[in-house]
């Protein structure tokens, strides 16, 4: 049983900030690559900011110096810190773990929380 849990969005005004959370069960963690991921409706799902197993990170461009993605393998966790929001930040923001073990790559989803920045 694969399960990854997010927490943390909500409404906030444009300039705040936020902090998602994501706790996932039955992955080995420590070797999987994270990512929060979101979507709007009518657009495609995109990647906000990953992590690899190595700790590098990646950001899309619309998010880099306002965002930060970290993970804490001791606690099968990792986070998305979200400052200076935007409204056009607002989104399903969706946790994402992949695994590969050998060969095999598997791709693992939370059910996404909602982050809505309006003033």
């Known amino acids: 049983q694969v399960q990854l849990v997010e927490s943390g969005g909500g409404l906030v005004q444009p300039g705040g900030s936020l902090r998602l959370s994501c706790a996932a069960s039955g992955i080995i963690f420590s070797v999987s690559s994270l990512g929060w991921y979101r979507r709007t409706p009518g657009k495609q799902r995109e990647l906000v900011a990953g992590?690899?197993?190595?700790?590098?990170?990646n950001y899309a461009d619309s998010v880099k110096g306002r965002f930060t993605i970290s993970r804490d393998n001791a606690k099968n966790t990792v986070h998305l810190q979200m400052n200076s929001l935007k409204p056009e930040d607002t989104a399903v923001y969706y946790c994402?773990?992949?695994?590969?073990?050998?060969?095999?790559?598997?791709?693992?989803w939370g059910q996404g929380t909602q982050v809505t920045v309006s003033s």
């Open positions: 992590i690899t197993s190595g700790g590098i990170t």
């Open positions: 994402n773990a992949k695994y590969r073990p050998g060969f095999i790559t598997y791709n693992y």
